[in-house]
């Protein structure tokens, strides 16, 4: 079969990036450890409101000197809708839906997740700056899901 010389060039091209980016997936996955999310852990979402960590969510020192968040995103709400959070420590917020997908998303940081129903979405971050942040539900929900909002608020001295 004849083949174009400059449909074959670029048939060559087409495989060669598909190798080179093949390899740099593979390269970073082994090399730098990224991967996708992987933090698989279920719930019931029936009872997680009745009984458990999320039935009083909120904020709770660690022994090893951060904090945990336990948060609920329900329609159309975040609970609890104030959080506070000292700066300079690690937070670990983990976050579960009883109802249906949400989005937790602190703006102008780089935390945002999904909240899905069954499963425990859990992100650690250090705030530097102390201050106001605006969290917003970035999944559409319901009726309502342009009112998904709440706050956290960093506190103490940088
Ligand atoms: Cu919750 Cu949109």
């Given at each position: 079969?004849?083949?174009?010389?400059?449909?074959?060039?670029?048939?060559?091209?087409?495989t060669?990036?598909?190798?080179?980016?093949?390899?740099?997936?593979?390269?970073?996955?082994?090399?730098?450890?990224?991967?996708?999310?992987?933090?698989?852990?279920?719930?019931?979402?029936?009872?997680?409101?009745?009984?458990?960590?999320?039935?009083?969510?909120?904020?709770?020192p660690?022994?090893?000197?951060?904090?945990?968040?336990?948060?609920?995103?329900?329609?159309?709400?975040?609970?609890?809708?104030?959080?506070?959070?000292?700066?300079?420590?690690?937070?670990?917020?983990?976050?579960?839906?009883?109802?249906?997908?949400?989005?937790?998303?602190?703006?102008?940081?780089?935390?945002?997740?999904?909240?899905?129903?069954?499963?425990?979405?859990?992100?650690?971050?250090?705030?530097?700056?102390?201050?106001?942040?605006?969290?917003?539900?970035n999944?559409?929900?319901?009726?309502?899901?342009?009112?998904?909002?709440?706050?956290?608020?960093?506190?103490?001295?940088?």
């Open positions: 079969m004849e083949v174009d010389r400059y449909e074959r060039y670029w048939m060559w091209a087409a060669g990036m598909l190798v080179l980016f093949l390899g740099a997936i593979v390269l970073t996955a082994l090399a730098g450890s990224a991967h996708p999310p992987s933090h698989v852990e279920t719930i019931d979402p029936e009872t997680l409101s009745i009984r458990g960590e999320f039935a009083a969510p909120g904020v709770t660690r022994a090893d000197g951060g904090v945990t968040v336990s948060m609920r995103a329900e329609m159309y709400v975040f609970r609890p809708e104030v959080i506070r959070v000292p700066a300079g420590t690690p937070v670990t917020f983990r976050i579960t839906s009883p109802d249906v997908l949400h989005g937790f998303q602190i703006v102008g940081t780089n935390i945002n997740v999904t909240v899905a129903p069954g499963y425990v979405s859990e992100v650690t971050t250090t705030f530097r700056r102390p201050g106001e942040y605006l969290v917003v539900c999944e559409y929900c319901g009726l309502a899901h342009h009112l998904m909002q709440g706050k956290v608020i960093v506190e103490g001295a940088p």
